[in-house]
C-alpha cells in the first residue's frame, strides 16, 4: 500500500528552532515580554536570545521597543501580525504531521 509524502513544507524554518519556537509561544500566551523574562523563560544567554530575537525581528515575526527605566535599558518584545500567522501556520503544520503519525501508529 503506498503512502502519501509526509509534506514538511509548511514548517517555517525562522519558526522551527527551540528557541524561537519557545519566544514566540511565550509571547503568543504571554502578550509582550521584556528580554529579562524571556530569556529566564526561556533558560537562555543573553547572546543566544539577543541572536533568536534579531532573526525573528528579520522575519518580521517580533517587534522590539526599546526604553529605559531609570538608567537601564530595557527591550519588550512584541508578536506582530505576521509572527502570529507564521506560529499559528506552524503549529498546524506540526498538528497534521502527528495525526498522520498517529494514523499510522493505530494501524500497526
Known amino acids: 500500500m ?12 525562522a519558526v522551527h528552532g527551540p528557541v524561537r519556537l519557545g519566544m514566540l509561544t511565550a509571547l503568543q500566551i504571554e ?12 533558560g537562555v544567554t543573553d547572546g543566544v536570545l539577543g541572536l533568536h530575537a534579531q532573526k525573528l525581528a528579520e522575519a518580521g515575526y517580533i517587534r522590539s521597543e ?11 518584545y512584541h508578536l506582530t501580525d ?3 500567522r507564521a506560529f499559528m501556520g506552524y503549529l498546524d503544520t506540526m498538528r497534521k504531521l502527528l ?9 500497526t
Do not use: M, Y
Not at 99 to 107: G, P
Open 99 to 107: 495525526d498522520a503519525v498517529e494514523s499510522e501508529r493505530h494501524r
Open 2 to 13: 503506498s503512502r502519501p509524502p509526509i509534506d514538511f513544507n509548511g514548517l517555517d524554518t
Open 31 to 42: 502578550g509582550q515580554l521584556d528580554f529579562t523574562t524571556l530569556k529566564k523563560r526561556l
Open 66 to 76: 526599546k526604553a529605559f527605566v531609570g538608567r537601564r535599558p530595557k527591550t519588550t
Open 82 to 84: 505576521a509572527g502570529r
